[in-house]
């Protein structure tokens, strides 16, 4: 209802009918983690399929022996021994032989090395992905994804892009790549587990991808769902229904004002 008209009005919805990683199993995976069915899930990632492995191993160096550097890992958050920030620091030692990693505003970068960017300006968007293509006193010359033509990005705009969080990781698509899904005690980053994060995660990649997983970090994932957090509970009114395994919410629109005075 228009808070002004009183007047229904209509929100267009669209629904996807096309599937690009039906031949790799990832859709297959991907539809069995939305619908919360641990058992196909675990069913899915335990027969040799094509494009999918499951490493219940742990994190270790290793696992990124035959990791190539245009393939992403995707984690949980940026902080903590699977956090981004360590996980790029492994996987730059790994392609540069133990070159030094600066982090932040004093990042040495070197040609080859992925980054993204953490900003908005004119030429760039927070979450652009590129490589270096050159590095000097003015700033990093960048080739974005999609683009010919690099262009200069300060360094303080820029991070490593070898490993970065699902959440950054959104509306992005890749060939091939990792996924590590891991919490280290009195971290608190086992409130990020949920139905969400790892069905993102996993759906980011066309051919192929290693989920990096424990068993029981994978239930506590497809048993948890946030669809419906305490923010949208708050302003949100009306009513909510099941839509091919999703819970769309049709809103009542009112002015901020209006809600805050009850």
């Known amino acids: 209802l228009h808070h002004k008209t009183k007047t229904p009005c209509y929100i267009s919805m669209c629904r996807l009918?096309?599937?690009?990683?039906?031949?790799?199993?990832?859709?297959?995976?991907?539809?069995?983690?939305?619908?919360?069915?641990?058992?196909?899930?675990?069913?899915?990632?335990?027969?040799?399929?094509?494009?999918i492995t499951w490493d219940r191993n742990g994190v270790h160096e290793q696992i990124f022996s035959g990791q190539k550097s245009s393939s992403p890992v995707l984690t949980l958050s940026h902080t903590g021994p699977c956090g981004t920030e360590t996980l790029n620091a492994v996987l730059r030692r790994k392609?540069?032989?133990?070159?030094?990693?600066?982090?932040?505003?004093?990042?040495?970068?070197?040609?080859?090395?992925?980054?993204?960017?953490i900003e908005n300006k004119k030429a760039y968007y927070n979450g652009q992905r590129g490589v270096v293509a050159a590095a000097g006193v003015d700033g990093v010359l960048v080739v974005c994804s999609g683009a010919e033509i690099p262009i200069v990005i300060p360094s303080t705009d820029l991070r490593l892009g070898y490993c970065c969080t699902i959440?950054?990781?959104?509306?992005?698509?890749?060939?091939?790549?990792?996924?590590?899904?891991?919490?280290?005690?009195?971290?608190?980053?086992?409130?990020?587990?949920?139905?969400?994060?790892?069905?993102?995660?996993?759906?980011?990649?066309?051919?192929?991808?290693?989920?990096?997983?424990?068993?029981?970090?994978?239930?506590?994932?497809?048993?948890?769902?946030?669809?419906?957090?305490?923010?949208e509970q708050e302003y949100t009114g009306g009513y909510s229904v099941l839509f091919d395994d999703f819970v769309w919410t049709y809103i009542i629109v009112r002015p901020v004002s209006s809600l805050r005075s009850g």
């Open 17 to 51: 009918t096309d599937v690009t990683r039906s031949s790799s199993g990832i859709a297959e995976l991907g539809a069995s983690i939305r619908k919360g069915c641990i058992t196909e899930t675990v069913r899915l990632l335990s027969t040799p399929s094509s494009g």
């Open 95 to 117: 392609h540069h032989g133990g070159s030094k990693l600066l982090w932040k505003s004093t990042l040495t970068l070197t040609p080859g090395d992925p980054v993204v960017a």
């Open 167 to 231: 959440h950054s990781a959104q509306g992005a698509e890749f060939e091939d790549g990792m996924v590590i899904i891991a919490c280290a005690p009195g971290s608190g980053h086992h409130r990020m587990l949920s139905r969400e994060a790892l069905y993102t995660a996993v759906t980011r990649f066309r051919s192929s991808l290693t989920l990096n997983c424990s068993l029981e970090t994978l239930e506590k994932c497809v048993s948890t769902t946030q669809l419906c957090t305490n923010r």
